[in-house]
């Protein structure tokens, strides 16, 4: 039950008869005829049990994009219902208005349309409808939350896929499509075709060339079919927020930009995400299907406040992969949590494979280590630069190991990665 | 006053803080909820030490002595403390009361009350001052108090004060003589002439107007008394019979009930109307709608549509948490040997990166390499980078700056691009 504003104007018009004539009996009765007029409407109301509302299915859709969510709301009842409905998005959902007119006669049905704009990352939901089903008078409503349950699946927003042009450019370059070609120890054989003014002379086949009577050179191209497995860490120190995003989310970036262009190249590329467990993983696809695979993944992971247990995650790795392959491990360069759980158990991983980890920066530590000025400002620098040589120290710790470290800001990280990847692939040590 | 006021007592101030000293301003050391209770306890100190001031001050400054009109303690001339020590003197005791319920109290048969200008007392009071036993004296009464406790009189005007003779056959007013008359002017009122009132100090107009009237109501004597100079400091040492006249309207009975009425006291709870009695009936039917219509409203407002939606939030932890802690460690600490040690590791980090200088060389090896590259001395370099570490904030922010003008002239010296100044890595 609820009362509209008509109600209390309804008790304000009373003053007038208390005015004329005051005394307990216009006070009770002018009471008694507000309460009669409110009874009476609620009878009247129709009723909202008499209503069943149906969601249209809602796909999924990238972070920063809206999608439009459409019920339909149908009255089974023997009155008219009118009033009010909403639409109980969680708020992240970005529901700009909730709150739809409603006025369905009985035996119809009508839809309704909510915008969306979801603020946040992952599955926002929806469990029910509240319709408020106003009287005839206007002055009381019947009011009821309808099961409606929906879920909009939000998609990261990979907004790092404008780096990949120029990445699969220089990838075409190496890919033999071009003259230029110099055979490393991880390409294979390619072609022979005919020596044009530019090639290498080193490339010239002479055998080939001798059989032919026309000078002939070998192309290269790179291997394919190597293996590239994503490590998606998503422990405690993913959480950490860079500006407005953790930094998960910016890994995420970097991870599908490296998968774009891994899978485009030929090669096949796995995900996984863990802390303590594993928390998702995408295997064995392919093709085109990769990146929505990856994202459908990747959608409702968070970062927990857990501390990564490295010995699971590597001995997850080391069961997916038997041949070599390059292993990408996505985890912020937090000196402490890495000193005490990777670098004990990285060994395991860099006698078989390519190890690289790459750690999302933050610009501001920086910014904070150049600050000066006063004591307050040299104190903050000091503790920056504290925590810079730590990194630095386990950066080292690291390579000494046998893994390559990148180190880059958010916006920075994604085509770092890829570049490395491609300098990986030209030198053929995949 | 209010100098005393805001100086904390002494006494006060050491009871309340507590013994570790003059510290309570929040040395970084104490944590704060213990820091606030101390300067609660402080300022209620301090209260309460201000208070007893100003008590102590105000008891001592308190003259033994009042002021007002015709108070038995004043010595101004207003004031009747002259009459009162008089009567004290002769073994009359005289007790001030403020209130006709204190005078219902201390009145009785061997003691003479006295009614200091009754105005404007209620009914109720005025029946309270009439039940007294004893002799009544009013002074200077109005009307209301003329009417209910000595009906034989009646108010007649008022004429200039003068000295006059008594000019009745009252004897002990007689004896005392020509008196300060005048003043309030009383006629004896039909019907009572016949009774014993007697009218003295007659007006100079006509012999029927006087400024004193003896009569009897209830069994006892009320005297009603026009002129209050009578009883007043200034008048009581003039050569005629003033005095006389006052020891003997008040000195008949062992004891005086000297009643100053006191404006506050107030009435009957019948006389004064409350708010609900003066607003119109309308307007408080009104009101109690106006109520009504304040809970519907809330009512109608207070209704949710629908539950609340449950929104998982995600944890918010910001990157530079640990970083910030850590300075502000430092800055607690004062750790400046630390804070210039991690300084100059890694300015020198980075400057031995610039040089191609291998990262296990020493710091002097650097330092002399850097000295050698930016063209500043090396001692200065070296009491930069390798020199004590500062004891103070200034020593502190030198040093920085002296690190930072380092870097920029290596910087500026050698061809080599390098990282940021800022990092000492820089993405690799």
Redesign the interface.
Known sequence: ?????R??LL??A??VP???A???A??VG??LL?LLAVVADLLLAGSPKALTVEREPLGSLRLGSGAQASFVVTNRGPRRVRG?V?D?????AGAADQ?HRLDVPAGQRRRFTTRLVPT?RGDRL???A?V?SVGPLGLAAR?R?LPAPGRLRVLPPFTSRKHLPSRLARLRELDGKAAVQVRGQGTEFDSLRDYVDGDDVRSIDWRATARRQQVVVRTWRPERDRRVLIVLDTS?TS????GDA??LDAAMDAALLLAALASRAGDRVDLLAADRRVRARVEGVTGGGLLPALVEAMAPL??D?VEADWTVVVGAVRQRLTQRALVVLLT?LEAAALEEGLLPVVQQLTRHHQVGLASV??P???????A?????A????????????D??AV??ELTRAGVD????PPE?LPP?LADHYLALKAAGRL | MTVVAGRPGPADLTSATPADGPAAGGSPGRPPGRDRRTRVLLWGGAAAGALVLVGLVGALTTPRTTSGDLEPTSASPDGARAVAQILQRQGIAVETVRTTTQVAERSSALRTTVVVHPVLRGPEQLDRVAATPGPLVLVDPDLPALERLAPFAEAAGVTDARAAEPACSQPSVTAAGSARAGGSLYRLADGARQASAVLCYPAPGGSDRGSLVLGTENGRTVVVLGQADVLRNSHLADADGTAALALRLLGTRAGVVWYVPDPAELSTSQEAPTLSELVPRGVRFVVWQLALVAVLAMLWRGRRLGRLVTEPLPVVVRSTETQEGRARLYRRAKAYGRASATLRTAALRRLARRLDVPADASPATVVALAAQASGLGQTALTATFLGPAPTDDRGLVRLADEIAAAEAAVTATSSRPGPAPGSPGGAR
């Open positions: 039950m609820a009362l509209t504003g109600v209390p008790a304000l009373g003053v208390l005015w004329l005051p005394g307990w216009t006070f002018w009471a507000v009010v909403r109980a998005w969680q708020p992240s709150r946040r929806v469990e029910h509240v408020r009011q939350a405690r959480a950490a927020r860079i953790p930094r968070d970062a406040l912020p920066a933050d501001q530590v920086a910014e904070q280590a150049a000066r000025g006063d004591a307050y040299v104190f903050g620098a000091a503790a920056a630069q504290r925590s810079q040589l990194r630095l950066t080292a470290v990148l180190d880059a920075s770092a």
